[in-house]
């Protein structure tokens, strides 16, 4: 029999193996061939409902293995919002700049059934635009794949936003039409 390329990830399998010797005897034997991959997943949280311009948000990232399987190479991956600046201040340590709008963090392995936290901040822009109403925060999390390839792609990444609470700058002209008589 055949099992298709996917079987690395997508087992249990039952499969049964068949021989015939030349006089004709046959036997078969079926056993279950349980295949498991890493299962990695990401949760974010901000410490904080809602964030001022100039204001600091905590990000806890909650990781996990959900699999049996260790996972090498695990990397979190976060891209830092618009109007936000990283801050090393209030993040775990450890966290290093892609020069391209993300930060990653390098777990090395993640044990089977293993998971922890990290954290990592950002600081608002003193000035946003008036029409951003939130900050969003998105997070990954990758294996370099040693072990196989992540059994549910679909929570290896998650975004959450936050509402900035703006206050508007109002401005005040006096203007006189007082003319003075002599």
Request: with cysteine.
């Amino acid at each position: 029999g055949r099992i298709s390329s996917t079987a690395a990830y997508t087992g249990p399998y039952t499969v049964t193996v068949e021989a015939t010797d030349p006089q004709g005897a046959s036997v078969a034997q079926t056993f279950v061939w349980n295949v498991q991959n890493p299962d990695l997943v990401v949760h974010i949280d901000a410490q904080e409902p809602t964030v001022t311009p100039d204001g600091v948000l905590v990000y806890t990232f909650n990781y996990a293995n959900h699999s049996d399987v260790t996972a090498s190479g695990v990397v979190l991956t976060f891209a830092v919002p618009a109007n936000c600046t990283f801050q090393a201040n209030g993040s775990s340590q450890g966290w290093v700049n892609n020069f391209n709008g993300t930060w990653s963090l390098l777990m090395r392995t993640l044990g089977g059934q293993e998971f922890g936290s990290v954290q990592c901040a950002v600081k608002v822009n003193s000035t946003v635009a008036s029409e951003v109403e939130s900050i969003t925060a998105n997070v990954t999390i990758a294996d370099d794949q040693m072990h196989g390839q992540d059994m549910i792609l679909g929570n290896n990444a998650q975004a959450e936003a936050t509402p900035v609470m703006a206050q508007p700058e109002y401005q005040i002209e006096v203007v006189s039409n007082v003319s003075s008589v002599i």
